[in-house]
Every structure is written in C-alpha cells, then in structure tokens.
C-alpha cells in the first residue's frame, strides 16, 4: 500500500465524515447498552460558526466519541433555537430589502415568509458544525418551533397558570425601542458609560424660589410628576405642601418628601418620572402620583409629551439642553460615569424602563429543589467556583417575565373577553373553559381574543432536554436518556439557561436533567479581548479549517483552553495540531516503510526490543489511567497535552527509535505487530480529538473488515504498569540525552563511538546490569560499551539523575571554564534544595499534604543532595 508523502486534511475529512454518515454511527437508539446523552446547547437558528461554537461543540464531540468508543449507547441530540429577537429582526431586515413592511402583513403571512427564511438560512451552521466533525445524530435534529416542541411549550405554561405559578401584572420593564419588546433582567446588559448630569432649575409655584434638580435624562421631563426630596434634608423643608413648576411645559408638580432620596448626590433633589425609572414608579405609588408615559415603543415622544412629538429621545434630549439653556434653567452639566443597561440582542440599545402588562413566572418556589441540587452537587458544576455564582442568582431571584412583543414565537394560549382570562392549550379548549366560567353556552371563538404576544425564547428552550425526546407526549426515549449525561455550555448563560433546565427537571420530572455541567471558558485574542466583529480579532473559523484541517483546529482549540478558563487563541496553535499530524503520519510512514522478517530476531534485538515494548505499554497504560482522571474531571487540555506528549516525545522520539531496525536489515514480526497494536491503541485514544486523522492513519495501518473502523473500535482500559520499568527507562533517556549533549559540545560526530563508565549507584546498577536497558542505552547513545566506573578511571563526567557518568575518550579541559560551570550549577542546586528543605519543615505541609506528594518532595532534596556532593568532588579535583 503506498502512502502519500504528506497528511492531507481536504482529501480525508470529507471521505470519512461520508463514511460515518453512511455507516449510520451517529445514530442512536434505545436498547440494552448504558445510554451516554448530551443535548446540544442550541446555537441560533440566525448563527453562523464562531469560535466559541468550535470549542464548546469540539468539547462535546470528545465527550460523545469517548463514550462511543467505550461501548455506550451514544447520541448528541443537535439542533437551533428560534431565536425571537433576532430572527424577526433579520425577517424584518429582508422584508424591508424587498419594500415590504412588516405592518403591511396579517399574523400569518409573517409567520410564513419568516418559516421561508429559517427553511433557507436556518440549517447554515448544523452543516458548519459537520466540518469541525461534530459526531451528532442527525436524525434527531429538533428546533424549538417545531410542532412537537411548541407543544410542550404551551403545555407546561398552562400546568404553571393551574398551579398558580404564572399570573399577569401591569410593572416596570425593560423594553428594547429597537425590538420593540421587553426584555427579562437576564437579558440586560449592563454597562460602565461616562454620561452627563444636568443640573436644571424648577421655579417653586407663586414665588421667586428656585428648586435646583440633577438628572441624566432631561428629555423625560415633560413625563415629571412631582419633584422628591430627602425628608431629613433640611435645606428643603420649607417646601412641605408646595409646588414646583416644570420646565419646558409650564406644568406645576408637588414636591414630595421620601427617604430613597440620596442628599449628597447631585441636588439633594429628584424629579420623579414614574412612567420612565423603576425607582421613580416605586416613589410615585408611594405618593399616588400620576403616571404620565411620554414615549413610544420605538423610543421616540409621543404626544403625551407635549413637545419634541416625534423626535427620537436622545435627539429630544439635545433639544431639551437647548431650550432649558435658552430659557436660563440649565445651570451646570458635570461628568458623570454610571451603569447603565443595554439590550442583550441588541448591544447597541440602551433598555428603555416602560409600565407594561406581562406575563410573570413565580420563581420563588420552583428554584428551592434546582438550588438545593446544585449546592449538594445532585448537579455537580465543573469548576465548582460557579456554585456561588448560581447560589447567589437562585438566592435572590426575581419573578421572571416571559411574555414578547413579537410574532415569531410560540403564541401565549391566553383568551380575554372583557377582563376574564381563559388559558388553556387550544382555542377550542378556551371557548369551553369560557362558556364554563361565564354560563353561556352560546360563545363562539369569535367572542374571545387572544393574546398577541408570544413568549420568551428561553421559556422554550428551558424544557429542551426533556422536550427534544418529545418528553412530553411519550415516555419510551426519556426513560432511556435522561437525564441526560453532561452539559457543556458557556457560563456566560449560567441564569438565561442552566438554572432554568434545572427548575424544569423538577418541576416536570421530578429529577435532575443532567448529572454534571461543564461551563468553557470564553475565547479571547492575545490580548484578552473577547473576540468579535466590531474588533475584528475572530478569525472565520471555516477558514481555520480550510488553512489547517479540522483536527488541527480542534488541537488548537483545546490544547489551550484550560478547565472552565478562558481561552486565549492564537492561530499558531492550530498549527501545532497540523504539525502533530503530519509528525503522526511521518511515523506511520517510516513503520509501513519497514522490512519485516518472519524469523524471529537474535536474541539481544529480541530482548531489547521486549523491554522496549513492555515500557511503551507500561508507559500507555500510565497515560490512560491519568487521562481518565482528566476527563472524570473535563481536564480534557490537560489530557490532551500529556497524550500529544506521549505521542510525540515517548512513542516517536523514543519506542520507535528504540525498535527501528538497522538500515538494511528487517525489523522481527513480533516488534512489528505490537508496534502496529501500540500505533492502533494510540489512534483509538487520540480519536475523539483528532477524529479524521486518527481514521486514516487507523485504516493505514492494517487490512480493515468492514465496519472495522477506528471510531467503533475499543477505548483501551488502563491495566497495571510496572513503574519500575518506567523509572528506569527515564534514567536511560536522560543519559543517552547526555551522551548527545556532550557529543554536540565536544564537537564530535554520532558516529564516532566511545565507551560510557558509571559512578557505582542504585540508579547506575539498575542500568548496567538490565541486558535491555542496557542494549538500549548503547544503540541509541551509540557507545563501544556501558559499564560501572573502574578505580581510577576518568573521563569527561557529566550528571544524570544522581549518579555521575563519564564519557571515555580525551579531551583537552578548560579548567577555568570547567569550574564556572560547575559553580553555577552548584549555586542553583543550593538554592534548590534549600527551598525543598523550607517547604519540608513547613509541619502544615508535612502533615496536610498527601503522603506521595511529601515521600516525592523528600527524594528530590536526596536527589539535590546527592548532585551537590558529585559536583563538590569534581570542583576539588579540578583544584
């Protein structure tokens, strides 16, 4: 078989992801197998792939295909949510492309032509997702306005309205003037802005008095009501019972006293706005003020205001400072830096507070066992620091509004005639509920009007891991998968998302939806910066892929992204994994290069090539052992680093140098075989990270049956490993590295032979008097022979562990050269051990730490010990 002379990612990744598709290895249905479950969190049905896409799906293909290749029953549910804000925004957007309004439409024909755009647009970044390798059961895409979804979704609002647990109330909201919805808190960006606070004056009625009043919006006080002040501030208690007139309208207010006035900021004084500010309404109900709404939902005055009837606010603010300095009442403007909040669709938005009637979920009681499942880790939260986090949301949570201002959405089922309320799932089952309530039998539909909003977006997506198994409706797969194995997801929407699936798991099922959650990190540029179009720092990932194939991608991604860290990506990354696959593919050229010979090899071969093998699977089954810890713990970047450094250092630099035959002369069958079983072992446990390049190397390998493939082969179980043999061979490593290391400063080349001689140690009699290790030690450090140091013999003497070896052959030393050199090391050896020496006299670590990390700790001052005495006696010998 010839094998192509570079690893090709565009000729492989497209033929094997067909193969699997065709194979149907994604697919995945009940039986007898243990399920392994991940619900993707469901990007947007407007998205395109970004870099936080490629990491947090990367991360659960590893997940998926690890289960896979253990056995399990696996199945990665895709699919997208519907998206409220954004999608009508992008529907809107190309109506207007084609000079149609969105009020030119009914309902219904909005619906349609918005079903038209998802139908063409909506699948864009599922398909992205096949490129990076995404292992999903396609089949079992859902989307959240599905019939089967939209189902649940109507169906659990109304079993909240009969447990009394959603209800209907007129109060302050966050409204987004460019959506023209509301928003819930959660969807509130907030935001550090320097502003301006103005200072203008309010004449008290029938006087020469003047009330000097600070606020950041004078374009809203035509919307005044009364004007407030600290009642223990005394420089106003004179104006009990008064008036003051405001600006720009002539219109006088009362002057109220109430104690949520701050007498050091600004005035002391407060106009209160009651339609326009949460905290103005709260004073205004206190003191039965008026309510007087001066915007439209677009932001923009209405004629309640009087003046600047159409202007946009901010444009009626400019006005406003205009008029208000003309008429001599603007009497400072300072700087002011404050938070202030911004729509989460859209960042550019500044929230507009607006009196509505929305619909409210009661969160009080239903967040009490999502809590409680979280804080005694029933849900267990990797990094665990996210805990508080959630405790601190749940703990002080607020009644959730769900109801949007928008058509693209599921429909609240809610029917009013008059100020009656029918909810019910269908309209038939509120006209029955309707002649019920009232008595009269002869309603029709026609008699009730629904509600015109539909709900939040996260009200459907919280019911997504039972719903995308139409949980709902039927049992057979939500009693197989869930709950469902892990989430991965951004902590970003730890509130918007989690906490909510949580609530819904008990509430409707009465258990957890997932047994852990594993929050990523956020890429970052090298800058910190998160990344983003406005800043121009995130790549296009397609073209990641293109320039460096999918695995060199995901390597990039996940060899630096740290657990629950934020990821700092930088492209060289990504080149690293293509260099570790083309390192991979060199070596799997230079073992199907090989000559074998059927014979078995003479003994000394044999016996060092055996020691060899039984180190590399030692070694291998050390490997999996740890990263079963790493991925019990989503350590994947760790896991995949000391895997690329097996790879790469111990399997490539070492075993296959060991074991490669002479030039000219064949390689045993025996090595060969396990050589190939080890590589296969290797492509098996790298596969869910590097999916493609570990099939073909895979395939490369041997003759394939069909369906024997490397992604339904077997996950390799962590045997015992004999750690002696792994001591040792890291002994025989560093001489030979010394060995070449004095070769290089000495000037001579590999080929040049000499004899090694070794300081009698423990460490030195474990080498010379091991045939294998032995054998190794000659082949590769190319030496005439290794042997203990004789009395009396000497020659150039360099460190490895703590014993002291000496190179046989003559050379003219720079004693002065020779004894800065020994000096120096001395000096950081010192050091060394004298900080090893201060942490074991620390008793809190002594007695705290475990006792390998104490025993580990004691042989290294040994070790640092034992170096200085050699170093010391080579500093006397030179004088």
């Not at 805990?387 to 949007?404: D, G, L």
């Not at 045997?719 to 002994?731: C, R, S, W």
């Amino acid at each position: 078989m010839s094998i192509s002379k570079h690893y090709s990612p565009e000729q492989t990744e497209d033929k094997w992801y067909a193969h699997w598709m065709e194979k149907e290895y994604f697919y995945s249905t009940p039986d007898e197998r243990e399920p392994f479950t991940i619900v993707i969190p469901p990007p947007n049905v407007t998205g395109v792939l970004h870099m936080g896409h490629m990491l947090n799906n990367t991360i659960q293909d590893i997940l998926i295909r690890k289960a896979r290749l253990e056995g399990k029953n696996a199945c990665w549910v895709p699919g997208t949510d519907h998206a409220s804000i954004a999608t009508e925004a992008k529907v809107v957007r190309m109506l207007r492309e084609q000079g149609i309004k969105k009020s030119d439409l009914t309902r219904d024909e909005f619906l349609e032509k918005a079903f038209e755009w998802k139908d063409k647009y909506g699948g864009i970044i599922l398909n992205q997702l096949r490129k990076l390798g995404a292992s999903c059961d396609w089949k079992r895409t859902r989307f959240t306005m599905e019939e089967s979804l939209s189902k649940a979704v109507l169906k659990t609002f109304v079993d909240l309205y009969k447990k009394d647990k959603v209800y209907r109330d007129l109060r302050m909201v966050n409204w987004d003037p460019k959506a023209q919805t509301v928003l819930s808190n959660e969807e509130v960006i907030y935001k550090d802005k320097q502003r301006k606070l103005y200072k203008i004056r309010y004449q008290i009625e029938g006087t020469d008095e003047w009330l000097t009043v600070a606020t950041t919006r004078p374009e809203t006080i035509m919307g005044d009501t009364g004007v407030a002040v600290n009642p223990k501030d005394e420089r106003y208690t004179h104006l009990k019972g008064k008036r003051a007139i405001l600006p720009l309208i002539n219109k006088p207010v009362p002057i109220i006293f109430d104690s949520y006035v701050d007498i050091e900021f600004g005035t002391g004084a407060l106009k209160v706005t009651p339609a326009h500010d949460i905290n103005d309404y709260e004073i205004g109900q206190r003191h039965n003020l008026e309510v007087v709404n001066i915007l439209n939902d677009d932001a923009t005055l209405n004629e309640a205001a009087q003046i600047y009837i159409g202007e946009d606010r901010f444009k009626a603010r400019k006005l406003a400072i205009a008029d208000l300095e003309a008429a001599g009442q603007l009497v400072e403007i300072e700087d002011y830096q404050s938070s202030v909040g911004f729509s989460e669709r859209n960042p550019d938005t500044m929230v507009e507070p607006k009196l509505s009637l929305q619909w409210y979920v009661r969160m009080e009681e239903l967040v009490k066992p999502a809590l409680e499942a979280v804080m005694s880790d029933e849900v267990s939260f990797y990094p665990k620091k996210f805990k508080n986090t959630y405790n601190h949301w749940m703990s002080n949570v607020r009644p959730w509004c769900i109801s949007r201002q928008l058509w693209w959405g599921q429909r609240i089922p809610a029917w009013y005639m008059g100020d009656d309320v029918f909810v019910a799932e269908t309209a038939e089952e509120a006209l029955e509920i309707a002649r019920t309530q009232t008595g009269n039998a002869n309603l029709s539909i026609d008699d009730l009007r629904q509600d015109e909003d539909v709900f939040d977006t996260w009200f459907s997506s919280w019911l997504w891991p039972i719903s995308v198994f139409d949980g709902f409706e039927r049992r057979d797969d939500l009693d197989y998968y869930y709950p469902t194995n892990v989430l991965v997801t951004g902590w970003d929407i730890i509130f918007l998302w989690v906490a909510r699936m949580v609530i819904v798991g008990y509430e409707w099922e009465g258990k957890k939806p997932f047994n852990d959650v594993y929050f990523t990190g956020m890429v970052r540029d090298q800058k910190r910066r998160k990344m983003s179009k406005s800043l121009g720092n995130s790549p296009d990932a397609l073209k990641l892929i293109e320039k460096f194939g999918a695995d060199g991608v995901r390597f990039g991604m996940l060899s630096c992204s740290p657990a629950g860290g934020d990821l700092l990506f930088d492209e060289k990354l990504c080149e690293n994994g293509r260099n570790f696959s083309n390192k991979i593919w060199n070596a799997l050229r230079l073992i199907k290069g090989w000559e074998v010979d059927p014979a078995p090899a003479n003994a000394e071969i044999a016996q060092a090539d055996q020691v060899a093998i039984d180190w590399i699977e030692s070694k291998l089954d050390q490997l999996i052992h740890e990263l079963e810890d790493n991925f019990k713990t989503y350590r994947l970047s760790e896991g995949l680093v000391s895997l690329y450094s097996f790879i790469w250092g111990d399997f490539c630099s070492w075993y296959l140098e060991m074991v490669k035959p002479e030039y000219g002369k064949p390689i045993s069958q025996h090595t060969y075989e396990k050589t190939l079983d080890i590589f296969e072992k290797l492509m098996t446990t790298l596969h869910p990270f590097m999916p493609f390049l570990t099939e073909e190397v895979w395939h490369q390998l041997r003759e394939r049956k069909e369906g024997e493939d490397c992604i339904v082969s077997q996950w390799h179980k962590s045997g015992d490993f004999d750690e002696a043999l792994i001591k040792n061979m890291a002994l025989a490593t560093d001489v030979i590295s010394k060995v070449r290391d004095i070769r290089n400063q000495n000037q001579m080349s590999p080929k040049e032979a000499f004899a090694l001689k070794a300081q009698s140690t423990q460490e030195s009699k474990a080498l010379t008097e091991h045939d294998g290790l032995k054998s190794i030690i000659i082949k590769l450090a190319n030496l005439e022979d290794f042997a203990l140091l004789a009395d009396g013999e000497e020659g150039v003497s360099f460190i490895s562990g703590a014993t002291e070896y000496h190179a046989m052959f003559e050379r003219k030393i720079d004693a002065a050269a020779e004894r800065k050199k020994i000096e120096g090391e001395l000096k950081r050896l010192n050091g060394f051990v004298t900080g090893i020496g201060k942490k074991l006299s620390n008793e809190r670590f002594v007695n705290g730490a475990p006792e390998a990390v104490v025993a580990k700790e004691k042989q290294k001052l040994a070790d640092g010990q034992a170096k200085i005495k050699i170093l010391e006696e080579s500093l006397a010998k030179l004088g």
